[in-house]
């Protein structure tokens, strides 16, 4: 069973910076993509960006050129650095995965709340 943890949410101001991490664990196959989803609430649930492993990124159009998606292979692990952070950047960020069979997995959710 893989097991998906979060870390580096917080409170900042607008204009501010975060760095989330997500690292996986306990798989026997590969992790193939992997991606940062967010949630507001009242909101459903977003993609925010996804990594293959050979590096190519896709980015929903409100975070492209304030966020950037990057992985490590070894570690299993994907990172989101989120720059020129908005309030309405303020969700709770789920990491995902996707393993060589094709099973999804997602991480508990890291709360980022971004103030005016």
């Known amino acids: 069973q893989v097991q998906l943890v979060e870390s580096g949410g917080g409170l900042v101001q607008a204009g501010g910076s975060l760095r989330l991490s997500c690292a996986a664990s306990g798989s026997r196959f590969s992790i193939n993509a992997m991606a940062w989803y967010r949630q507001a609430p009242g909101k459903q649930r977003e993609l925010v960006a996804t990594?293959?492993?050979?590096?190519?990124?896709v980015y929903a159009d409100s975070v492209k050129g304030r966020f950037t998606i990057s992985r490590d292979n070894v570690k299993n692990t994907v990172y989101m650095r989120m720059n020129e952070l908005k309030p309405e950047d303020t969700a709770v960020y789920y990491c995902?995965?996707?393993?060589?069979?094709?099973?999804?997995?997602w991480g508990q959710g890291t709360q980022v709340t971004v103030s005016s």
């Open positions: 995902w995965a996707q393993d060589g069979r094709v099973y999804t997995y």
């Open positions: 990594i293959t492993t050979d590096g190519t990124t």
